[in-house]
Every structure is written in structure tokens, then in C-alpha cells.
């Protein structure tokens, strides 16, 4: 499963942060789906190292809009806690995570036109 925030960084801008690949991450093709749908949206993507203490500075900080993951067996799922030194905390359950699944499940399924859908003939 490879691992989403959605956020306001420390300068204020609005932006989806995923670790980039690094040779320790699985190259997933649902990962690549939620980036690029991301992208068609114009939203920010920025694709880097994550340490465990910006995600809770974040939501210490406020900034922490949602966190999902993102898996082939799942598609999206929201992330609803975070423990770390044997706190637990809090994450806020956003909408993103939940439009891109239905997102990409109506491309699966033809329920919408994509680039990535092809309609194949049946006999």
C-alpha cells in the first residue's frame, strides 16, 4: 500500500505528498492512477521523502487535511489515526480519498469516458 497526505505545508500552499520512489516503494499502478488523476485536477503533487515528525507536526499544526492510502486490493482508503512514540493521533477524514476511488472505479467499470478505458467488442 503506498502511503498519501493531503495538507497545507509550512509555507500555507495546498498540496497531496506522497513518498517518491526510491527504490524502497512498490511502483503502483493504482499509486500512478491517484497521481495523475491528481494532476488532470491541477492539484499539487509533490512526490518526496515524508518523516514521520512532519506528519504529526501537521496535525499538531492543523494542516493535516487527510491522509489515505492507496492499494491495488483497496483502492483509496482514509487513514483515521496515526500512533507514534505510543501516541495516537487523530487524522481528519477528508472527501479526497473517497472521490478518487469512485473516480477510478467508474473508469474500471465504463461508467465514465476516460483515456484509460477501452471498450472491447464482444461476440
Not at 488532470?40 to 499539487?44: A, G, L, P, R
Given at each position: 500500500?503506498?502511503?498519501?497526505?493531503?495538507?497545507r505545508n509550512k509555507?500555507g500552499?495546498?498540496?497531496?505528498v506522497?513518498?517518491?520512489l526510491?527504490g524502497t516503494?512498490l511502483?503502483?499502478i493504482?499509486r500512478?492512477?491517484?497521481?495523475?488523476?491528481?494532476k488532470?485536477?491541477?492539484?499539487?503533487v509533490?512526490e518526496?521523502?515524508?518523516s514521520?515528525q512532519?506528519v504529526v507536526?501537521?496535525l499538531?499544526?492543523?494542516r493535516?487535511?487527510?491522509c489515505f492510502g492507496?492499494?491495488?486490493a483497496?483502492?483509496?482508503?482514509?487513514?483515521?489515526?496515526?500512533t507514534?512514540k505510543?501516541?495516537?493521533?487523530s487524522v481528519?477524514?477528508g472527501?479526497l480519498?473517497?472521490?478518487?476511488?469512485t473516480?477510478?472505479?467508474?473508469i474500471?467499470?465504463g461508467?465514465v469516458?476516460?483515456?484509460?478505458g477501452?471498450?472491447?467488442?464482444t461476440?
Open positions: 500500500m503506498n502511503f498519501f497526505l493531503y495538507w509555507k500552499v495546498t498540496e497531496v506522497t513518498p517518491k526510491d516503494l511502483p503502483g493504482t500512478l492512477s491517484v497521481i495523475d488523476l491528481l488532470e485536477d491541477k492539484v499539487k509533490t518526496k521523502l515524508i514521520i512532519d507536526d501537521a499538531k499544526e492543523k493535516m487535511l487527510e492507496t492499494g491495488t483497496a483502492v483509496t482508503h482514509p487513514i483515521s489515526s496515526i507514534y505510543g501516541t495516537e493521533y481528519p477524514i472527501t480519498s473517497g472521490q478518487l476511488k473516480r477510478l472505479q467508474d474500471q467499470y461508467k469516458k476516460h483515456s484509460w477501452k471498450v472491447i467488442d461476440y
